[in-house]
């Protein structure tokens, strides 16, 4: 690249069909600044997604882009990762599309280290069906379809995704443009599976936890000295010091909890490959002969 | 008529050898310069239970593994009392007689050999019981033991001598038994080699695997499926030196969502499941449909529903396959009738798919799965690959797939609906897939006149696919201008119609018959003059509904008799034969489903 794209170079033309006030916003501002400021050509760049509101995202920015199925962004993202690992893979999607439906896949693509960089728009409520309490809706929340206050305890992504073996996990905070890019950025220059867990606002539909109540609640855990190599920390932080999913009154952390460094799967990959090249490559017609059945 | 056939069956417990005594005739078969076909059936437990391999020797081309045997080597009582009926008059059974003793069998020749007792006492290895009978069975039918001994050497090169020289010993001790022991009684005799054709063997589900290959598969996603793994386990070493890789996936929604992903990114790619698998991959099946993704996927058909009966066979699965899915996507369904088609329609599949940029269905099966055939050597020069259209500005000076900026992926301007894709990389040709309804530029749309037309290009690609691509795929067998019935079939029960229909021929029976190969989409033309050269239709297939004869009603308003077999295992030629022979002797029947019970009396399953 000769010369650096803007933040508004990695836009499509198309007006985002969110609400006024929705956090998705400020999500994709902060995600253009990071490819920016990594000089990210955006050709290289597939931003995949599930359904969501948040899981828009990808077809308002100028990349490629895979709209998917619900839940399902993450699978479609491995696809593409093993099949071209030049290529820089984010997962753009909703606390619903990731920790719901889509749960299953986390585990398995985090283990195993994908090179991919998930980035979950967490407004703890699902708003593209018009509000209804997602796996990290707090207790009490009211949905449509819990009219009487959420009587279920909130998932939380911090220490599931640390259990799960990501190797790069972090939070931010849709009211902290600064802080979100400068997340982002290392997330994506972070070989191996990064997650970054966004609260963003949903203010249409989740009316406790909005702008209002982050505001002045944020506490950023690397400048209150915690160091992201420390995984024992990490976990200690996620589960106890600071969540405020069970405690209410706790400040909101974000930061990075953990990067730790491991081989990527591409690149176990590729070693496989080496061994089984190493005395040459076959043609395809030896593969064939090779089910001749043979005199000895 | 052949001259020479001959069916030996070798029946025991699973895990004692049976399935590779089986693939040794088959290796042997082969050698000598013969036709060959071996079929395989596994217990569905992991150790124990009942296992099976037939194989079927013959100097012309091999259908199916007939109705029965000639020669039984029973490993055990249970192998008896599974396979006692099919004792005729002149067959023979070769037997543990340590194990167990038959009862009386008129005619039938009786050769008894302490198997399990040589291997334990004699070999002091009773793993050596199926290269003892081997040995027994080279002893007894001049089967070339050079040929058992190359096989064996083959199998254990890797375990080293000692495991040879011990297998050669136990083949040398069965041969010598027959010799001291045993008096020929019988006329059956493995056929002197002839010159060997350039063959290979295969396995229904490795033909698939190398198939793919062949086609430039280079992603495979895996989610373990009886009987479908097979396919990976056989593809994922060719695929590692290729440059490509198989990925474990968690679950089959998962592998269908990653072969999606990685033929995004510009790579061919497939999966292999099983029903249950299929179910769960039909949401992105509609997808692949609606952003005209190229994807392969292969469902080995096994006895539904639900958990049904992992191990075993069925055609249950059309409906799905044809139908399946919400809303209407454009989709091809192919289904080979043997291995050596598994192996050409798998190219087929990842032809179908990047020249039209479909989903393509490839329906195998549980027992096609595991047989095994020689075929010719396929030659790679001769094997025409197809390869999606991938946009390139230089080929595009007008920029007609361009328009204020944005690429149009989904441009409405072709004839026949196909549009140039684009793959990540190249900066000419950004753009998004979405399974939202979409205009041209991929920008989601609701609006009716796009819907109506993005619906138009999508589902038009299929005209063109009829047009130029679907004849193939129909084998027609007429040499009749009006034969008295008409079969159609497909799948496996396509090579077992092939046999019944040379004996009904035989016997001044005027058949007519059509194998359709690609079951979707259908050219009605083609079915229809077949229809016109019969005086009625039959359709015998191993599902409950006759799924193929409902589907031609529906798509093309065709009359057939449905003769329906749902017991976990194929049909064979006998049963067809009656089949027809009850339409024949029943004139006034045109339409309508049977069950064997209607030909056999109440409560048949058939006659296996
Ligand atoms: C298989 C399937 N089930 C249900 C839906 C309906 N659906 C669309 S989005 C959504 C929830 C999205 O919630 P979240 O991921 O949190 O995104 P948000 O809208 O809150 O950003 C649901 C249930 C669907 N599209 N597909
Ligand atoms: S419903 Fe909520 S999440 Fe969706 S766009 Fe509106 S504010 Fe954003
Ligand atoms: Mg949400």
Redesign the pocket.
């Known amino acids: 690249m000769d010369i650096k794209l803007k933040p508004a170079d990695y836009r499509s033309d198309i007006e985002p069909t969110w609400c006024p006030g929705c956090g998705?916003f400020g999500v994709i501002a902060a995600l253009t600044k990071a490819f920016s400021e990594l000089g990210l050509p955006p050709e290289n760049i597939v931003s995949v997604s599930?359904?969501?509101?948040?899981?828009r995202a990808p077809l308002f920015m100028k990349n490629y882009s895979v709209h998917t199925?619900?839940?399902r962004a993450i699978p479609v993202a491995v696809g593409i990762k093993l099949a071209n690992p030049e290529l820089t893979v984010l997962v753009e999607?909703?606390?619903?599309?990731?920790f719901s439906?889509g749960a299953g896949h986390n585990p398995h693509a985090a283990r195993r280290n994908i090179d991919i960089t998930v980035i979950c728009?967490d407004?703890q409520?699902?708003?593209?069906?018009k509000n209804?309490i997602?796996p990290t809706s707090r207790e009490g929340l009211y949905g449509s379809l819990t009219p009487y206050g959420s009587i279920d305890p909130p998932l939380n992504p911090i220490a599931t995704m640390l259990a799960y073996g990501s190797t790069f996990v972090a939070q931010t905070y849709a009211g902290n443009p600064k802080h979100m890019a400068y997340i982002f950025e290392e997330a994506i220059r972070h070989k191996g599976f990064s997650f970054v867990n966004v609260l963003s606002p949903?203010p249409t539909f989740n009316k406790v936890d909005t702008f209002k109540y982050y505001k002045n609640k944020t506490k950023d855990i690397n400048e209150m000295g915690h160091d992201p190599a420390d995984y024992e920390k990490a976990l200690e932080l996620a589960f106890h010091d600071l969540d405020h999913y069970y405690n209410p009154d706790a400040p909101v952390p974000i930061g990075i909890f953990y990067k730790g460094i491991k081989e990527t799967y591409d690149e176990r990959m590729r070693r496989v490959r080496e061994r089984y090249t190493a005395s040459g490559i076959p043609t395809v017609q030896e593969l064939i002969d090779a089910c001749k059945p043979k005199a000895i | 008529m052949a001259r020479f056939d001959l069916t030996i069956k070798i029946g025991g417990e699973g895990g004692e050898g049976v399935i590779s005594a089986g693939d040794f005739l088959t290796e042997a078969a082969a050698r000598s310069g013969y036709e060959v076909v071996n079929f395989k059936s596994f217990p569905a437990e992991i150790k124990g239970g009942y296992a099976q391999s037939t194989v079927r020797i013959s100097d012309e081309k091999l259908y199916s593994t007939g109705d029965a045997f000639d020669i039984l080597c029973c490993f055990n009582g249970e192998a008896y009392f599974f396979n006692k009926k099919h004792l005729r008059e002149g067959t023979v059974l070769v037997y543990d007689s340590s194990d167990f003793e038959p009862e009386e069998h008129k005619g039938v020749i009786l050769y008894p050999v302490p198997l399990s007792e040589l291997a334990k006492d004699v070999m002091k290895a009773y793993i050596t019981k199926n290269v003892i009978a081997l040995g027994v069975l080279c002893g007894l039918f001049d089967i070339p033991s050079q040929s058992i001994r190359d096989s064996i050497k083959a199998r254990f090169v890797r375990k080293g001598e000692e495991v040879i020289s011990l297998n050669y010993k136990a083949l040398e001790l069965g041969i010598n038994y027959v010799r001291e022991n045993l008096k020929k009684a019988d006329p059956y005799k493995f056929p002197s080699p002839r010159q060997p054709k350039d063959v290979v063997i295969m396995e229904g589900n490795q033909a698939v695997a190398k198939g793919a290959i062949v086609a430039g598969c280079k992603f495979y996603a895996a989610y373990p499926i009886t009987p479908a793994t097979t396919v990976g386990n056989y593809i994922v070493e060719d695929l590692i030196k290729v440059g490509g890789w198989l990925y474990q996936a968690e679950d089959e929604i998962a592998s269908l969502g990653m072969a999606i992903g990685a033929s995004f990114a510009g790579v061919k790619s497939m999966t292999a499941t099983s029903g249950p698998g299929l179910s769960l991959m039909t949401?992105f099946l509609s997808y692949a449909g609606m952003t005209e993704t190229p994807v392969v996927i292969v469902d080995v058909q096994r006895t539904g529903p639900a958990t049904g009966m992992p191990t075993k066979h069925e055609q249950g699965d059309l409906f799905h396959a044809v139908y399946g899915g919400h809303g209407e996507i454009p989709r091809a369904v192919l289904a080979p009738i043997n291995v050596e088609e598994s192996f050409y329609l798998t190219v087929e599949a990842f032809n179908l798919a990047e020249k039209y940029q479909i989903p393509v269905i490839l329906l195998t099966d549980a027992s096609l799965s595991l047989r095994a055939e020689a075929f010719p050597t396929p030659k790679i020069e001769n094997i025409r690959i197809e390869n999606r259209w991938i946009y390139r500005k230089e080929e595009d000076p007008e920029g007609r797939f361009k328009k204020a900026g944005r690429f149009l992926r989904f441009a409405l301007f072709t004839e026949d609906g196909i549009t140039p894709v684009g793959i990540p990389g190249d900066p000419e040709a950004i753009h998004a897939i979405t399974g939202l309804e979409h205009q041209e530029n991929s920008d989601p749309r609701n609006r009716p006149d796009i819907r109506t037309w993005q619906m138009e290009k999508r589902m038009n690609k299929l005209e063109k696919l009829l047009r130029e691509d679907a004849e193939r795929f129909y084998e027609f067998d007429m040499p009749y201008s009006k034969a008295d019935v008409g079969v159609i079939t497909w799948g496996l029960t396509g090579s077992v119609t092939k046999e019944a229909i040379e004996r009904l021929r035989s016997k001044g029976i005027k058949i007519n018959a059509l194998y359709m190969k690609l079951l979707w989409p259908i050219r009605k033309d083609l079915i229809e003059g077949f229809v016109n050269s019969c005086e009625r239709i039959a359709i015998p297939e191993t599902n409950w509904s006759g799924q193929l004869a409902k589907i031609l009603k529906a798509e093309v308003g065709i009359d057939a008799v449905s003769f329906c077999i749902y017991r976990g295992e194929p049909m064979i030629p006998k049963e067809v034969e009656d089949f027809i022979d009850y339409l024949i002797n029943n004139p006034e029947m045109s339409a309508g489903r049977l069950t064997p019970s209607d030909i056999y009396g109440e409560k048949s399953y058939g006659i296996i």
């Open positions: 998705h599930g359904i969501g509101c948040s899981s199925l619900h839940g999607t909703g606390d619903g599309d990731m439906i728009m407004n409520i699902y708003g593209l069906t209804q997602s949903c | 949401e």
